[in-house]
C-alpha cells in the first residue's frame, strides 16, 4: 500500500482533491514552529511592558532574549526621560545661593539653565523677569531660575544688572551683564528670546533677530526725513 505522507506528485493531486488527508507535519517541524510562535509572544510582551515590569520579569527570560530586553529597557527609559523633560519647567524658579550647585551646577544632564540676577526696585529686572516667565511657559525644556543678586553672589555691584547667566551641565556658555546689552527698557520679549536662542539655551522659531526689524524702521524713518538731494539743489538755486 501506498504511504500517503510520501512526498509524490500523484499524492499531491490526491491531498488537493480532498482525497488524501493533509501531510502529517514532522515533530521537529511542529517544535520549531511552536517555538517561533512563543518569541514571537515573548518580543510582543517586551513591547508591552513598562520598565518596572521588564526589571521585575528579568529571571523568567532566558540569556537569547537579553539584547531584546536591554534594546527595550533602553526605549522605554529613553521615552521616560523625554516625558521627565518635556513638562519639568514650566515657571521661572527662585533660588538662593544656597541652592546654586544644585540648581545650577546639578541640573542635569542637557539641561540649559537660565538664571537671572535681578533685584527689586530695578525697572529693567522687573521687565527680564516678566518676559523670561512668559518664555519658561513656551520654552519647558529649559530651567529659568532668578535670583536677587546679592543672595547668590555677596557683594554684586548693582551697576552689573540685569544680569544673566546660561550654562549647560554646569558650564557657562553665555553671559549678559548690565543695561546697555539688553538696550534698556525698549526691550521686548522676542528680542530676549532671540538673544537666548543664540547662546542655545531656546530652539526660537523666530527667523531673524526682531533686533533688526526695529533698526530697519528707524532707518527708514530717518532716511524719509531727510532732504532729497533735488530739494538742496533748489534750495541752493534759491540762495
Known amino acids: 500500500m501506498q504511504d500517503p505522507n510520501e512526498d509524490t506528485e500523484w499524492n499531491d493531486i490526491l491531498r488537493k482533491k480532498g482525497i488524501l488527508p493533509p501531510k502529517e507535519t514532522p515533530k521537529e517541524d511542529e517544535e520549531e514552529e511552536e517555538l517561533a510562535l512563543q518569541q514571537q509572544s515573548v518580543v510582543k510582551t517586551y513591547e508591552s511592558m513598562t520598565l518596572e515590569e521588564l526589571d521585575e520579569n528579568e529571571d523568567e527570560f532566558g540569556e537569547e532574549d537579553e539584547a531584546a530586553i536591554e534594546m527595550y529597557r533602553q526605549k ?12 519639568v519647567f514650566s515657571e521661572v524658579v527662585e ?64 551697576r552689573n544688572l540685569p544680569t544673566i547667566f546660561v ?31 543664540e547662546s542655545g539655551a531656546v530652539k526660537t522659531d523666530l527667523e531673524e533677530n526682531p533686533r533688526k526689524q526695529v533698526e530697519d524702521k528707524m532707518m527708514s524713518s530717518i532716511r524719509s526725513s531727510l532732504p532729497t538731494r533735488k530739494d538742496s539743489d533748489s534750495e541752493d538755486e534759491d540762495d
Open 76 to 87: 522605554r527609559l529613553a521615552e521616560w526621560k523625554a516625558t521627565q523633560i518635556k513638562n
Open 95 to 158: 533660588i538662593s545661593g544656597q541652592d546654586y550647585v544644585k540648581e545650577v551646577n546639578k541640573a542635569g544632564e542637557g539641561i540649559w539653565v537660565v538664571l537671572h540676577l535681578y533685584k527689586q526696585g530695578i525697572p529693567l529686572c522687573t521687565l527680564i523677569n516678566q518676559h523670561l516667565s512668559i518664555m519658561a511657559n513656551k520654552f519647558r525644556q529649559t530651567k529659568f531660575l532668578k535670583s536677587i543678586s546679592t543672595t547668590c553672589i555677596p557683594n554684586y555691584p548693582d
Open 167 to 197: 550654562y549647560l551641565e554646569g558650564e557657562m556658555k553665555a553671559q549678559f551683564i548690565g543695561p546697555h546689552v539688553f538696550g534698556g527698557m525698549n526691550l521686548t520679549v522676542e528680542e530676549l528670546e532671540w538673544r537666548l536662542s
